[in-house]
């Protein structure tokens, strides 16, 4: 079987693939994908990290990830070969100082790769996260409701954008306005509330002191009440809609299919 280096080697040549193009998809530097391909372990870090990078590493070219651990385990656990020495030369003997000496002077270091090492983790676990988010996003299906109304057929947009006065209820219908008591001053404030009624689906744009308040195309039993000044309405079905002002029905302001402008005073 050949080497673990040589095996990722291969996977990502025959991709066509370079370090560079590796390192950009799986956002692990391109010096330890090398330093995989070379097993130059010690150039990653500890063991943990190693296995992370060589999960992520094989996820991505097509191989095994616990095969690949178990063999880099294996490897791992393996026990150094032998220091050859010169026949006849005395073994080498080790003094506790020196073997105290090099880990008092390694503390700053063991410090600094556990800082690396905490990086690099956070760094495999947000590229597998965000791996798994793009394979599990899914399209909204197509019978979504959404929350604008939907615009008018062209045949009623087009009946819309005609004048008022094209329709056959085109006749004006007088303003509601607040009257005049005898002695000249103004009596009680006049119709204060409109209420539009749907009875059959048309298309509607309510403006009430120079807003819209509401507009699209709604079905039979839609109600809503508006309060205000001046309220002013575009019927694009007459005959579907009927219109309450401060509890009394004026009925429709034309016929089944009429296109119909009205403003009232509130």
Not at 6 to 35: K, N, P, Q, W
Not at 48 to 72: H, K, M, N, Q, S
Request: proline share 9%; hydrophobic share 45%; net charge neutral.
């Amino acid at each position: 079987m050949p080497a673990l280096g040589e095996r990722f080697r291969a996977a990502r040549e025959a991709r066509g693939l370079t370090l560079s193009d590796v390192a950009e998809h799986i956002r692990i530097r391109s010096v330890y994908l090398a330093a995989i391909e070379d097993e130059n372990w010690s150039a990653i870090g500890a063991p943990v990290y190693i296995r992370g990078f060589l999960r992520t590493y094989a996820r991505f070219l097509g191989l095994d990830p616990e095969e690949v651990v178990a063999e880099f385990n294996s490897q791992a656990s393996a026990p150094p070969p032998p220091v050859p020495t010169a026949p006849g030369a005395p073994p080498k003997t080790t003094y506790l100082a020196d073997e105290e000496a090099p880990a008092r002077g390694l503390s700053p270091m063991i410090w600094i790769a556990s800082l690396v090492a905490v990086v690099l983790i956070a760094v495999v676990v947000y590229n597998e996260a965000t791996l798994r988010a793009r394979q599990s996003v899914s399209v909204l299906p197509s019978n979504t409701p959404t929350a604008t109304a939907s615009l008018a057929p062209a045949a009623l947009a087009a009946a819309v954008t005609a004048s008022p006065s094209d329709g056959p209820s085109a006749s004006p219908t007088p303003a509601l306005t607040a009257s005049v008591g005898p002695s000249g001053s103004p009596a009680p404030a006049g119709p204060s509330n409109l209420e539009v009624q749907v009875t059959a689906t048309s298309w509607l744009r309510v403006t009430v002191d120079g807003n819209v308040s509401m507009e699209g195309t709604f079905p039979a039993g839609t109600v809503r009440q508006f309060h205000g000044k001046i309220a002013r309405l575009r019927i694009g079905n007459a005959g579907g809609v009927e219109i309450i002002v401060d509890g009394k029905n004026l009925g429709t302001l034309g016929k089944t299919g009429d296109v119909v402008e009205r403003s009232f005073t509130l």
